[in-house]
């Protein structure tokens, strides 16, 4: 999402983004559970969401993201009358690459833990671009 810049590795942290998460009927697979494929798309709509909660409306027409790589690790199963929270966090940041965190949590329960890794590009030419220091800005803190 953001460009590479050692601001962000030491003197910034990334803000944390919590992303609802509705459990629908059409979710639960033959073992009661919410199906380990509905997973990514959690995250796919977590991190899209952390972009459009936190880019200008400009930025947000200009960009399209799609991800690279999905790594999960399930750690226990939801069930549809759960209320599920994606907790999204901005690991790092390299060209026109962002590297994400991502937890699904049932209150304190960790149910899964994803690393993803998305590139942004270019809605006009479905090109890898960059996002401009100010842009990157909005998702960052100064740490204390």
């Known amino acids: 999402m953001f460009i590479f ?3 962000y590795q030491g003197m910034s942290k990334a803000i944390p983004h919590y992303h609802s998460i509705g459990i629908l009927p059409a979710d639960i697979d033959f073992m009661g559970h ?5 997973y990514l798309g959690w995250v796919q709509d ?3 969401d952390h972009w459009n909660s936190l880019a200008p409306p400009d ?3 200009k960009y399209l993201w799609v991800a690279l ?3 999960i690790t399930y750690r226990k199963p939801a069930f549809l009358n759960d209320e599920v929270i994606a907790t999204v ?7 026109a690459r962002s590297f994400y ?6 209150g304190e329960e960790v149910l899964a833990e994803v690393k993803s890794s998305w590139c942004c590009i270019d809605a006009d030419t479905l090109r890898p671009a960059r996002i401009a220091a100010d842009i990157a800005d909005r998702f960052f ?3 204390d």
């Open 89 to 95: 966090i901005l690991e790092k940041v390299q060209g």
């Open 69 to 71: 790589k999905h790594e």
């Open 141 to 143: 803190s100064k740490k």
């Open 101 to 106: 965190e991502t937890l699904i949590k049932r």
């Open 59 to 61: 930025a947000v027409a």
């Open 5 to 7: 810049n050692p601001y």
């Open 34 to 38: 919410v199906n380990n494929a509905r």
């Open 46 to 48: 977590a991190v899209l």
